[in-house]
């Protein structure tokens, strides 16, 4: 049985918390989570009523840092998902680097981390012969990572352009179907909770960045960093761009492109009938592969459907061990 | 890709289908010739011939062939343009941009604003020789950095 601890315990660790500890993976078995606060451990395992809204609240909470509970005695598979630093990739990058090298597996969906030392954490994992999975960072649900590495492992990927954050494409799509204004599309956003109270990564575009590089790196075997993309965000769009782009049969997104120019994220003039033009909170990717030529993926790039990645990632980890033994 | 090779020919029987030779081994498809014996200037006609190449790797081995049986090839102007649309958010100074474009061999084929001082949007449709959008919106970028405008391109 893979003792599992999930570190970070927002909406996908209480999420994915229920997923486990309803026993939805054979052969896993959620021993622990964390907060910043603190944390519960149960080697036994934690059943689905002792799954609390507040770790700080619940019975054998222990206030200490979460890196006490990431060592190989206690938990084979660490799930990663504190909030993403962009400047420093904390704490997230230090719970990674710290099971990594305990030899434990690592599942995560915090983009920072796999951002910025993704060279550094999968040659460690290597080293460990450890997995580190992390289809959640990048398109939700979406499988574009382990679609690419599994299905497409022997053509090449030549470039690549895609809409990756559901945020500003929910507020472009509202300015050009409702014709509204950047401000209002975005105030609405945030009361439906699409937005965050903070949407200044989504709307600058690093968020899209992020997205990009992990995908430039573990795909395309790049070694880029966050400061050689070039970003431009959407806040200078206006409901006058959209509805000129609108005139001419195109709309506004925001789009992330890996080509021959190097790593973009600029919002671009796209047809209606491209078929990486998807709305609402839509995420859609085009992969330009040297034999197959062009495939497009679309899915929920965020929210729920990041679960659906995570427990992917979660079994394959099962089945890796059970190749091992 | 569609090419006008403008070749100066020496005025001697053969020397013609020697390039003409050139461009069809090259697999290049011969649209027109211009033969103007009227401009010679020092023993020399101007060409202007109009071919479709396959690719740019067939013209420039056209180019190589006609220029290594000693005749000279004053300019092979690419006659394929892209049509583009681009939008620029933000104030602009219109006149500098159309003359960027001119520069940069770049024809503006409709040009329109809309939301007055308060908002501007300038939307563009540019004709662009082939391999030339690249450096055209490579200027454009920089000069909207300028102006702290915006420019959206295609893609």
Redesign the interface.
């Known amino acids: 049985m893979i003792k599992c601890i999930i570190v970070g315990y927002g909406f996908l660790g209480k999420r994915l918390a229920r997923e486990l500890a309803a026993g939805k993976i054979a052969g896993v078995k959620l021993a622990g989570i964390a907060s910043s606060k603190g944390y519960i451990y149960r080697a036994d395992g934690l059943a689905h009523e002792d799954l609390p809204e507040r770790i700080d609240r619940a019975r054998g909470f222990e206030e200490a840092p979460a890196s006490e509970m990431i060592r190989r005695e206690l938990a084979d598979l660490l799930v990663e998902l504190t909030p993403t630093n962009i400047e420093s990739g904390e704490p997230g990058l230090s719970h990674i680097r710290q099971a990594l090298e305990e030899g434990m597996d690592v599942v995560t969906a915090n983009k920072g981390p796999i951002a910025l030392a993704f060279e550094e954490l999968s040659s460690l994992a290597e080293e460990r012969g450890s997995l580190l999975l992390y289809e959640a960072t990048v398109g939700g649900g979406i499988p574009l990572i382990s679609l690419q590495k599994r299905c497409l492992m022997a053509d090449e990927l030549l470039s690549l352009?895609g809409i990756l954050n559901g945020t500003t494409n929910y507020i472009l799509s509202r300015m050009h179907f409702e014709e509204m204004t950047f401000e209002l599309a975005l105030r609405e956003a945030q009361m439906l909770g699409i937005a965050e109270r903070d949407p200044t990564l989504d709307l600058e575009g690093v968020d899209t960045a992020l997205k990009l590089l992990i995908l430039a790196n573990s795909l395309m075997g790049l070694r880029k960093k966050l400061s050689e993309v070039k970003i431009?965000g959407i806040t200078?769009?206006?409901?006058?761009?959209i509805?000129?782009?609108k005139?001419?049969g195109?709309t506004?997104k925001l789009?992330g492109?890996v080509g021959e120019?190097g790593l973009s994220v600029?919002?671009?003039?796209?047809r209606l009938n491209d078929p990486l033009c998807v709305h609402g909170t839509l995420n859609a990717v085009n992969f330009n592969h040297r034999i197959l030529g062009n495939l497009t993926i679309i899915g929920e790039g965020a929210g729920e459907s990041t679960v659906s990645a995570l427990l992917n990632d979660i079994y394959e980890v099962v089945r890796a061990r059970s190749r091992r033994l | 890709m569609r090419v006008r090779l403008t070749l100066a020919l020496y005025d001697r029987p053969g020397v013609l289908l020697r390039a003409l030779q050139e461009i069809a081994v090259n697999g290049g498809n011969i649209i027109s010739i211009i033969h103007r014996r009227d401009r010679i200037t020092s023993g020399y006609v101007p060409v202007s011939i109009n071919v479709e190449f396959p690719d740019a790797a067939s013209l420039d081995r056209a180019k190589m062939g006609i220029e290594g049986a000693g005749i000279p090839v004053i300019e092979a102007e690419t006659l394929e343009k892209a049509i583009t649309t681009m939008i620029i958010v933000g104030c602009v100074d219109v006149e500098t941009l159309l003359k960027r474009v001119q520069e940069l061999g770049s024809r503006v084929a409709a040009l329109s604003m809309t939301g007055g001082a308060a908002s501007p949007c300038l939307k563009l449709v540019v004709e662009t020789p082939s391999g030339k959008l690249r450096p055209l919106v490579d200027v454009l970028e920089k000069l909207a950095e300028e102006w702290n405008a915006l420019l959206i391109t295609e893609g």
């Not at chain 1, 200078?236 to 761009?241: I, L, N, R």
């Not at chain 1, 600029?266 to 796209?270: C, D, E, M, W």
């Open positions: 352009r431009r200078k769009v206006t409901s006058e761009a509805a000129a782009a005139e001419s195109m506004i789009i492109v120019n600029a919002p671009r003039l796209i």
